[in-house]
């Protein structure tokens, strides 16, 4: 690898620039709604910048290399906040590896030299960029799996509300899978609403969630059993067959809780604990 | 004249393998699971059981070896069909394994129903373990069983 090679492409820096530029506006992919023109060749200049700056005969074949950290850090940088901007993977791809094309464009290749030399060369500068095709997928693989983690957060706070429905009658519709954290949110929301409301029962309804195995059973006995503590009675609710097969067969003892088959059978135990009765109003027929 | 006293054979018909890294990672694998179950047409009683079982052991591998991997097949063995799920860990292993399978025991602070109620949900169910190299589980759901 001849050093004038790498001078050549930093000479030819602007060139490259206009050239990767026009690669990427012509790229059918391009979200001119996210990302403006400007912005575009703001970003690409300065991964460009770093990248030139960074280079040299040495560490072209050593991608580990320290050098490179800069625009390591600019192209994480970069493929994280377009993860984060809603920008597909294509799009986000096509920024690095029109990059090479660009790069191969403007090479100053010796017509003296032999092929070898210069296939060598090409596959040299072939590696580095797929080098940084990879680290940029790992880092928008990596924005994008945040904004998951961050979703399920919401979710899981969302997805727990204490309803109140009757005077002293609390129902909570548990949807999902409850693991140790949900089970968390869920007590203090149902404790601290009895509190609030001073109510005396609380049914749990878990129509919702898919299946009840021992650390879900676990987590409801717990529930219950702090609710009781509290004073209130609990019911659980929404077991439907299939459930109850399963937690028969897995050997889990429930028959200290009431548990009933619907929210609608629930409320009416829960009725029938309160002492209220509710009755269809007979239409006394004129006289 | 030939004699019908061959063996049957398990022929696995699909094959797919999950590894498990986080608790995150449990409801993907559970529908993934359940996925495989709905195409051999697994009824919804027999899917609950097996989804649960899944759920028991893989709850188990993250809790005591930190995560592993699952395979995941699809299985007949003459006119049957069904769901064989293998587990492998490298995790700490079980030291007295017919300690572990006996109702009520928990080296940790649950139930310790897994083990024993995970083998009362499924036709078969065999479980291998070194002491200090790791486990490995593979349970089989007929889809009729």
Request: proline share 4%; hydrophobic share 40%.
């Given at each position: 690898m001849k050093s004038d090679i790498i001078k050549?492409?930093?000479?030819?820096?602007?060139?490259?620039?206009?050239?990767?530029?026009t690669i990427q506006v012509a790229d059918a992919g391009l979200r001119e709604d996210l990302m403006s023109n400007d912005e575009l060749r703001e970003q690409s200049s300065e991964l460009l910048d770093a990248l030139l700056k960074a280079i040299n005969d040495k560490n072209i074949i050593n991608i580990e290399s320290p050098d490179f950290e800069q625009v390591h850090e600019i192209l994480a940088g970069l493929s994280i906040s377009r993860a984060r901007q809603g920008f597909s993977p294509r799009e986000t791809g096509i920024f690095v590896y029109s990059l090479k094309e660009a790069l191969l464009k403007n090479l100053d290749i010796d017509q003296t030299e032999d092929v070898k030399t210069t296939v060598e060369t090409i596959f040299k500068i072939n590696r580095l960029l797929d080098n940084l095709s990879v680290v940029t997928f790992e880092t928008y693989i990596k924005g994008r799996e945040e904004v998951i983690l961050r979703q399920t957060d919401e979710i899981t706070e969302i997805s727990t509300p204490v309803i109140r429905v009757w005077e002293g009658i609390l129902a909570l519709p548990i949807i999902g899978t409850l693991d140790s954290a949900r089970t968390q949110v869920v007590m203090e929301n149902l404790l601290q609403e009895i509190v609030e409301s001073g109510s005396t029962i609380a049914i749990l309804d878990i129509s919702g969630v898919p299946a009840v195995d021992s650390l879900v059973a676990q987590h409801l006995i717990k529930t219950v059993a702090a609710t009781r503590l509290m004073g209130a009675e609990c019911i659980i609710s929404g077991i439907r067959?299939?459930?109850?097969?399963?937690?028969?067969?897995?050997g889990i003892d429930l028959s200290n809780i009431v548990t009933k088959a619907t929210l609608a059978n629930a409320l009416k135990y829960a009725f029938a604990l309160l002492k209220l009765d509710v009755r269809k109003i007979q239409n006394k027929v004129s006289q | 004249m030939m004699k019908m006293n061959q063996k049957l054979m398990k022929i696995v018909l699909n094959k797919d393998s999950m590894r498990i890294e986080k608790e995150q990672d449990v409801v993907p694998f559970r529908n993934r699971v359940k996925e495989n179950a709905v195409k051999i047409g697994m009824g919804v009683v027999n899917q609950t059981k097996l989804i649960t079982a899944a759920s028991e052991l893989v709850r188990n591998m993250l809790k005591y070896a930190g995560g592993g991997l699952v395979l995941i097949e699809a299985i007949t063995e003459g006119r049957d069909s069904g769901i064989r799920l293998t587990f492998q860990d490298k995790g700490p292993g079980i030291k007295d394994i017919s300690l572990a399978m006996k109702d009520g025991f928990s080296s940790g602070k649950s139930l310790g129903i897994g083990l024993p109620g995970t083998r009362r949900l499924v036709n078969e169910f065999d479980i291998k373990s070194i002491f200090g190299e790791g486990t490995t589980v593979s349970i089989i759901k007929w889809k009729n069983g």
């Open positions: 050549g492409l930093q000479k030819k820096k602007n060139q490259i620039l206009e050239d990767w530029i067959p299939e459930i109850a097969q399963t937690v028969v067969h897995l | -």
